[in-house]
């Protein structure tokens, strides 16, 4: 009797995994990226928002906001009935070269601040 070799069952396994295994390591790269985005925006609007209510200029908080902000962002400041509302959107993208395009989408964050009395 002559046993049957079960030598490249391995290989069979790992070519069949190895697909799956780098389309998740994307798919948590990409969802890493969005999460690290949206915080970025928050913490831009946010501080844009209070530098506004202490008094100084819509330029000097949109400068700011630039600063902490993906490149590409665009700021919007509103200010009504002494509230200042500050949005910042930015396209967020995959951080990797060839694959830049996919999964892109836009995202924001709005901070909304009470102006301070002098």
Do not use: C, H, N, Y
């Not at 990226?33 to 000097?60: H, N, P």
């Amino acid at each position: 009797m002559s046993r049957r070799s079960d030598g490249g069952m391995v290989t069979a396994e790992l070519a069949t995994i190895a697909p799956f295994a780098v389309a998740f390591t994307f798919l948590l790269l990409w969802v890493v990226s969005l999460g690290l985005t949206q915080v970025r925006l928050a913490d831009a609007s946010r501080e844009a928002a209070r530098v506004i209510a202490r008094g100084e200029s819509v330029d000097a908080a949109r400068r700011l906001a630039m600063q902490q902000s993906p490149p590409g962002a665009k700021v919007s400041v509103d200010s009504e009935r002494g509230l200042v509302t500050v949005t910042v959107t930015a396209r967020s993208r995959m951080p990797l070269p060839f694959f830049s395009g996919i999964g892109a989408r836009t995202m924001g964050s709005s901070s909304v601040a009470a102006q301070e009395s002098p």
